[in-house]
């Protein structure tokens, strides 16, 4: 259960977006939508990849059909070495398989566009949420593990 302190750092905007998509009119949308975030833009996957080779970002918004590499070849190839990324996938198409394709290749959300402001939101909330109580959590390990001798730390086998 969230606390309201956690709701309240959730919805502070301290991380970049990532926007992946080929229309130039959806880059427009997102920025009006989104103008308190920055928001970092890639007009194809592979244009993205070299983005998140160079940038510390933690969200990206993609859409499935793109030319060259789709959405979710892009979505399987965040995941293969950036698991801690995470997608929101969005797209026009009324395709059920797309959504279900997405989640297997370890989509956090999906929305279908026409984008909706409330979507958007509602969704990077509930990712800010995640991410905020991974960092609690990760401070929590490390200092438990400040506390402890090297041999009270046991590895995992």
Known sequence: ??????????????????????EPMAHVIIKHHLKEWTIVSA????????????????????????PGMDGIE?????????????????????????LINAFEAGATDFLLK???KEEIEDALEN????????KKTMKTLFGRKKQMNPEQIIPFD
């Open 74 to 98: 892009f979505l399987r190839e965040i995941r293969k070495t950036r698991g801690i990324i995470q997608v929101i996938i969005v797209t026009a198409s009324n395709r059920i398989d797309d």
């Open 114 to 116: 026409p984008l909706k």
């Open 43 to 66: 007009y194809s996957a592979e244009e993205a990849l070299d983005i998140l080779s160079k940038r510390h970002i933690l969200i990206v918004i993609s859409d499935i059909s793109m």
């Open 1 to 22: 259960m969230e606390t309201p302190s956690d709701k309240s750092e959730a919805n502070k905007p301290h991380t970049p977006i990532l926007f992946v998509d080929d």
């Open 127 to 134: 990712i800010l949420v995640k991410i905020n109580r991974w």
